[in-house]
């Protein structure tokens, strides 16, 4: 009778009804498949997580003027700098402190852009009292905002006056810095024939904070036949903060027909030493029709004829790029596509009439499209 009353509770309890028995392996088994099926789900879902994760490389920046030498401004004040920011086009804004920290300063510009190349601002100080000033940028994207102090500040100095000493003198200092200038052409070193008299370029420097330009090949080499190529040049400037420019002196075949070619921007040469400069000439053979038709005689005659003209989309520069070649010299053939070396980059194309006569357009500057000279 006991063993009959226990199996009843048993049953009603849903317990084993042998002693010592369990719940069925297989549904052990089903049980932890299910909980491993849960932990594969968490585990594809993170996986989903960091495959769904942008790429995120907070932009950079680093100072290269000021730089300790030289740092002095009157009317103003080049900044130069190197960015970065590989996922996007940070917003960068410059100010001045009066200390290097704490992100309290004045706002210099802001709204400059970090794919801009140009990495340089002139800073007017015209308007600040003398003394001590530090610089910060503070670049900003989609999901950082990084701030860079300069490690060196620049003295705001407006009293540039000189006074007699006691003994009535007055002497003025001129800071001289001595620079060996050396140029190539497209990488190579310039040859006999990129030195002649018939066909030469020069290199000038533009001060970033006067505009004053000036060239630092005159009498040197690449501007004057007597000259030895290859052989870099000894120059003395004010040191200071310059753009490098190329221009043409006599056109032909061996050096840029570029009338003003800004080759540098922001360059600092505030120290003697080597200074090289690279005129990166593009070669490309020229050929013009008229009306999809070739150049005929009648077309290269003195008395009718037409030239085709570059314009710089940086500088707004134009140069002739037939002078001295095809459709612009009686003496020239017509039909021969003519090598023409231009510094690389995106040209506008312009028309211009030389000797107005029937067969070439009357216009004196007509669009042509643009030119990839690459």
Known sequence: MRALFALLIALLLGCPSEP????????????????????????????????????????????????????????????????????????????????????????IVDGLSEDDASDLHSWDTSALPDGTYYVYAVLEDDSSIVVVYAADPVTVLHDLCVFPDPSGVITIDVPAVDIELDVTLAGAAVSASNSSDSDEGAIFLV??????????????????????????????????????????????PNWPSNSNARLLEGVVLTADGPFLVDVPAIEHDLNVTLNGSPVTAANASDTDEGAVF????????????TNGGVW??????PNVPIAAQVIGGVYELRYSVQDDGPNWPANASAPLGCAHWE
């Open 207 to 252: 001060d970033v904070s006067t505009g004053d330009r000036f060239e630092i090949t005159n009498g040197g080499t690449w501007h004057d036949g007597l000259d030895q190529p290859n052989v870099p040049t000894s120059i003395q400037i004010v040191g200071g903060t310059y753009n490098v420019h190329y221009a043409v002196q006599d056109d032909g």
């Open 328 to 333: 612009h010299d009686g003496l020239d053939l």
């Open 310 to 321: 570059l314009v710089d989309r940086a500088t707004g520069e134009d140069f002739e790029i």
């Open 20 to 107: 010592g028995t369990f719940a069925d392996d297989d549904d052990i088994a089903d049980d932890d498949d299910i909980a491993d099926d849960d932990d594969a789900a968490d585990d594809d879902d993170a996986a989903d997580d960091d495959d769904a994760t942008p790429l995120d490389i907070a932009p950079d920046l680093t100072w290269i003027n000021p730089n300790g030498v030289d740092d002095e401004a009157d009317e103003a004040f080049a900044l130069v700098w190197a960015d970065s920011d590989p996922d996007s086009d940070a917003s960068i804004a410059l100010y001045w402190d009066d200390d290097a920290s704490g992100e309290d300063g004045i706002l």
